[in-house]
């Protein structure tokens, strides 16, 4: 279940210290070393303190802990839908991945260049999301061209496709992003079809300078928040400079030049969770003396299917999946006294893992 988030911007916006901060931070993993699984990828645990919590209650052998992967995509100019400076290959590696990290300068710096030669968040936005709808219009317009031709002919499917396309169609020309249209689950159909750019999910990153960081917003931040909340976006604030710092250090020295920050958590680790959040992605675990572990499965998922993240075998072979939360697990302090608090469930094939469940999966193959 490899799903991806592309990291995108401008140049001289920090993308690529950002982007070298979250694979510094890969490396220094015993679990999940960073992975060249291409030149611009990288594997990223995801920090959570519940698993923390958890091998100090059970004591296992090892713990393994949950990771998805960061794609840094190629730097974009004006006129990338038109082939211009690495424009094909910006919007081919685009369109691979599942959701949309938008890296925008929000400080102020006469020794780094702007591409525009002046520092205006929402100009940049606009100039990456004009480059993905345009794309996006010539993808549709494509598409309509055959769908009509079926349509003249009262094909029921190829009338209710076209009314879909001409709405997005309508709302790409006003400048809007293909997700900010609203449609049926029924309806959805066409547009997951089309594998539009301005359809994926998007989060946008201030990046701030260092001077920044455990202040109050600057104006460029403030503005990027006005432009995000009219997509219902979220924003993240960060110092990619500072960040590529942080991922160099561990334990308590970590903990140290946080506090001597005033933060109380990287930026990069913000930036993980929001992104995982983002791509629909929750964590279950599982634990025992050998191993506690976590593992990623899609918001909504059932036992069965999220049995399968583990093999395939345990799908397959699904009998029921003893649960019990994070929490109730953790007040109980064991799994037995969990059992004696009725905390323990024996949940069956319908049932659909929440975020924190602590499973322990019957099968027979």
Same mark, same amino acid.
Request: negative net charge; contains cysteine; glycine residues 8%.
């Given at each position: 279940?490899?799903?991806?988030?592309? +990291?995108?911007?401008?140049?001289?916006?920090? #993308?690529?210290?950002?982007?070298? *901060?979250?694979?510094?931070?890969?490396?220094?993993?015993?679990?999940?070393?960073?992975?060249?699984?291409?030149?611009?990828?990288?594997?990223?645990?995801?920090?959570?303190?519940?698993?923390?919590?958890?091998?100090?209650?059970?004591?296992?052998?090892?713990?393994?802990?949950?990771?998805?992967?960061?794609?840094?995509?190629?730097?974009?100019?004006?006129?990338?839908?038109?082939?211009?400076?690495?424009?094909?290959?910006?919007?081919?590696?685009?369109?691979?991945?599942?959701?949309?990290?938008?890296?925008?300068?929000?400080?102020?710096?006469?020794?780094?260049?702007?591409?525009?030669?002046?520092?205006?968040? +929402?100009?940049?936005?606009?100039?990456?999301?004009?480059?993905?709808?345009?794309?996006?219009?010539?993808? +549709?317009?494509?598409?309509?061209?055959?769908?009509?031709?079926?349509?003249?002919?009262?094909?029921?499917?190829?009338?209710?496709?076209?009314?879909?396309?001409?709405?997005?169609?309508?709302?790409?020309?006003?400048?809007?992003?293909?997700?900010?249209?609203?449609?049926? #689950?029924?309806?959805?159909?066409?547009?997951?079809?089309?594998?539009?750019?301005?359809?994926?999910?998007?989060?946008?990153?201030?990046?701030?300078?260092?001077?920044?960081?455990?202040?109050?917003?600057?104006?460029?931040?403030?503005?990027?928040?006005?432009?995000?909340?009219?997509?219902?976006?979220?924003?993240?604030?960060?110092?990619?400079?500072?960040?590529?710092? !942080?991922?160099?250090?561990?334990?308590?020295?970590?903990?140290?030049?946080?506090?001597?920050?005033? !933060?109380?958590?990287?930026?990069?680790?913000?930036?993980? #969770?929001?992104?995982?959040?983002?791509?629909?992605?929750?964590?279950?675990?599982? *634990?025992?003396?050998?191993?506690?572990?976590?593992?990623?499965?899609?918001?909504?998922?059932?036992?069965?299917? *999220?049995?399968?993240?583990?093999?395939?075998?345990?799908?397959?072979?699904? !009998?029921?999946?003893?649960?019990?939360?994070?929490?109730?697990?953790?007040?109980?302090?064991?799994?037995?006294?969990?059992?004696?608090?009725?905390?323990?469930?024996?949940?069956?094939?319908?049932? +659909?893992?929440?975020?924190?469940?602590?499973?322990?999966?019957?099968?027979?193959?």
């Amino acid at each position: 279940m490899a799903l991806t988030a592309g +990291i995108v911007g401008l140049p001289n916006v920090g #993308k690529s210290t950002l982007f070298n *901060a979250i694979t510094q931070a890969g490396a220094v993993s015993a679990n999940y070393p960073f992975a060249t699984i291409d030149p611009n990828v990288g594997i990223v645990e995801v920090p959570d303190a519940r698993l923390q919590k958890l091998t100090a209650l059970v004591n296992p052998k090892k713990t393994t802990p949950t990771a998805f992967e960061f794609t840094d995509i190629a730097g974009i100019v004006e006129g990338a839908s038109k082939g211009e400076g690495l424009g094909n290959q910006f919007l081919s590696h685009i369109r691979q991945v599942d959701a949309i990290c938008h890296v925008v300068r929000a400080f102020e710096d006469d020794e780094v260049t702007h591409v525009s030669g002046r520092v205006d968040p +929402i100009s940049d936005i606009e100039t990456i999301n004009l480059e993905l709808i345009l794309a996006d219009l010539e993808t +549709i317009n494509k598409r309509l061209d055959r769908v009509e031709k079926m349509a003249r002919q009262k094909d029921k499917e190829a009338l209710a496709e076209k009314d879909v396309l001409t709405r997005l169609k309508e709302a790409l020309e006003s400048e809007q992003p293909a997700r900010a249209l609203e449609l049926s #689950k029924e309806e959805e159909k066409y547009r997951k079809g089309l594998h539009l750019l301005t359809a994926k999910p998007i989060l946008y990153v201030a990046n701030v300078a260092e001077d920044e960081i455990g202040e109050a917003e600057n104006e460029n931040v403030k503005r990027i928040r006005e432009f995000a909340k009219k997509e219902d976006a979220e924003v993240i604030t960060i110092c990619a400079k500072i960040e590529s710092e !942080i991922a160099e250090l561990e334990g308590e020295e970590r903990a140290e030049f946080l506090e001597d920050l005033g !933060i109380a958590e990287a930026g990069l680790d913000q930036l993980i #969770k929001a992104t995982y959040n983002l791509l629909g992605l929750a964590t279950y675990f599982t *634990a025992g003396e050998e191993e506690v572990r976590a593992w990623t499965f899609r918001k909504g998922m059932t036992a069965p299917q *999220a049995a399968g993240i583990i093999h395939t075998d345990f799908e397959k072979g699904f !009998i029921k999946a003893e649960t019990v939360s994070y929490e109730d697990l953790i007040e109980g302090g064991s799994m037995a006294k969990a059992k004696e608090n009725g905390k323990v469930r024996l949940e069956g094939k319908e049932y +659909i893992v929440k975020d924190g469940d602590v499973i322990h999966f019957r099968f027979n193959v």
